[in-house]
C-alpha cells in the first residue's frame, strides 16, 4: 500500500495506556510505526494506573485501555459495557511490597498491626491481601489505606504508612526515592497478573476490522521484544523516561504473549469470588466472564491464540 494511500485510510484509534512496563507492546508498536502500517492512526493516551485506563474506556474518552484484570473483575459487578479482547502480558513479580527501615518490617509477620497502602479495586489490593493470607496472617490484623500509585512514595518517606503495595515503574521509583532506607520483602509469586487490552461495547463488533489491525500490531511488536530486545529495552526507557537500572530490574519478569486462555476466565473467576468473600463487592452474583471475551478479533489474527472454548 502506498504511504499516501495508507495515510488516507487510516482510522483514529485512541488508546488509553497504563505507564507501566506491561504497555511496551502499545510502546513500541507506536513508535515503530505498526500502527500505521496497518492503516491505524493511534492516538495514546497515558495513566497511572491501569484501572484509570478502564475507566477512560468506560467514561467514552477512548476506545480501547490496558489494563489487568482486577479492574476488570471490579467493574464487571456493575456493568457489562466492555469486553476484553487480549491479553499482552502476564506477570508474577510486576507488583512489590515495600517498606521503610522506620517500620521494622524485616521479615512479612513483620506487618501485623502496620499501615499499608494499597491501591483499592486493582492488583496492588489483591496481591497484597493474598501475599497477607499466604504467610497466614489475617488482613484484619493490619490497617490497609487507600492510596494511588504516585502518591505512595512519598507516603512511606514521611512516614503516614509504613509500607506499600505497589507496581512497576512505581516500586522501583521508591525504593530509588528511600535509599538504604528500603526494605523489600521476599516475593510472593502466588498471584500471576494478566495485563489485558480492553474495548468499548461501541467499539467491538462496529469496528472489528480496526481490532484485528490493532492486535496484528501488537502481535508485531511482541515479536520484536523477543527478536530485538536491546532495541525494545532502549524503546521502554524512552518511554517510561527511566534510567537503565530500571530497565534491567524489570526486564525478566513479564512474558509478552498475546492471548486469550481459559485460565483468565479461572483467575477472574477466583478474585471475583474473593471480593464477595471480602465484603468488597456486595450482593453481587459472579459475573458472566466468559460474555466479557471478544475472541473474534484474535481469532482472526491468530485462530491458536485463543484458548477459551465457550
Known amino acids: 500500500m502506498a504511504a499516501g494511500a495508507a495515510a488516507a485510510q487510516a482510522e483514529a484509534l485512541n488508546i488509553a495506556v497504563a505507564k507501566t512496563p506491561l504497555s511496551l507492546p502499545i510502546y513500541i508498536a507506536s513508535q515503530k510505526g505498526f500502527f500505521a502500517d496497518e492503516g491505524l492512526d493511534v492516538t495514546l493516551t497515558e495513566c497511572s494506573g491501569g484501572h484509570r485506563c478502564l475507566q477512560l474506556v468506560l467514561e467514552g474518552q477512548a476506545d480501547v485501555s490496558t489494563s489487568s484484570e482486577l479492574p476488570i473483575v471490579f467493574n464487571s459487578f456493575e456493568r457489562t459495557d466492555f469486553a476484553v479482547i487480549a491479553t499482552m502480558v502476564t506477570t508474577s513479580q ?139 529495552k532502549l524503546v521502554l526507557r524512552n518511554a517510561l523516561k527511566l534510567d537503565q537500572g530500571f530497565v534491567d530490574w524489570v526486564w525478566a519478569g513479564a512474558t509478552y504473549r498475546l492471548g486469550l486462555d481459559q485460565s483468565l476466565i479461572s483467575t477472574m473467576e477466583g478474585e471475583a469470588r474473593w471480593a464477595r468473600r471480602e465484603g468488597h463487592v456486595t450482593g453481587a452474583a459472579t459475573p458472566n466472564f466468559l460474555g466479557l471475551m471478544h475472541m473474534a478479533p484474535l481469532k482472526t489474527v491468530n485462530p491458536s491464540a485463543v484458548g477459551i472454548h465457550p
Open 94 to 232: 510486576d507488583v512489590k511490597l515495600l517498606a521503610h527501615t522506620r517500620s521494622r518490617i524485616a521479615k512479612p509477620m513483620d506487618l501485623t498491626g502496620k499501615r499499608v497502602g494499597a491501591v483499592a479495586r486493582t492488583s496492588s489490593q489483591y496481591f497484597l491481601e493474598l501475599y497477607l493470607l499466604t504467610i497466614g496472617l489475617n488482613p484484619q490484623n493490619l490497617t490497609v489505606v487507600n492510596m494511588q500509585p504516585e502518591d505512595m512514595s512519598t507516603a512511606l518517606q514521611n512516614g503516614q504508612i509504613d509500607a506499600v503495595a505497589l507496581w512497576e515503574p512505581y516500586a522501583y521509583s521508591a525504593i530509588k526515592a528511600l535509599g538504604h532506607n528500603a526494605v523489600v520483602l521476599p516475593p510472593n509469586r502466588a498471584y500471576i497478573l494478566t495485563f489485558n487490552l480492553v474495548a468499548h461495547r461501541n467499539v467491538v463488533k462496529q469496528r472489528d476490522n480496526d481490532l484485528v489491525r490493532l492486535l496484528r500490531a501488537v502481535e508485531r511488536a511482541e515479536r520484536f521484544i523477543r527478536d530485538s530486545p536491546a532495541d525494545a
